[in-house]
Nanobody
Framework: QAQLVQSGGGLVQPGGSLRLSCVGS????????MNWYRQAPGKERELVAT????????DYADSVKGRFTISRINAKSTVYLQMNSLKPEDTAEYYC?????????WGQGTQVTVSS
């Protein structure tokens, strides 16, 4: 069946970097817009980054612009989120999502903790 499997994440010091990966299977990955979301304890889920099906167009939340980069390799059915200059306020559970018309598929989530 269709699924998204995430990897990466963990504990990093402020100013550090992490890369999240999200691999799709069971569906035509290249036809889906991909998003990264995050949710911190007690807060609503927040859209962090979006990439179109070709990888040429991206969009970011103001809070991560200039620090995070979303990318995709359709031949590998993979989307990435490169996170640099991490701050404690970036601490959250991060989720990838595939979206096409009314279809949505979510990854299982991965924890990112930024702390000294």
């Amino acid at each position: 069946q269709a699924q998204l499997v995430q990897s990466g994440g963990g504990l990093v010091q402020p100013g550090g970097s992490l890369r999240l990966s999200c691999v799709g299977s069971g569906f035509i990955f290249s036809s889906f817009v991909m998003n990264w979301y995050r949710q911190a304890p007690g807060k609503e889920r927040e859209l962090v980054a979006t990439i179109d099906t070709t990888g040429r167009r991206t969009d970011y939340a103001d809070s991560v612009k200039g620090r995070f980069t979303i990318s995709r390799i359709n031949a590998k059915s993979t989307v990435y989120l490169q996170m640099n200059s991490l701050k404690p306020e970036d601490t959250a559970e991060y989720y990838c999502k595939a979206r096409r018309r009314t279809s949505e598929l979510w990854g299982q989530g991965t924890q990112v903790t930024v702390s000294s």
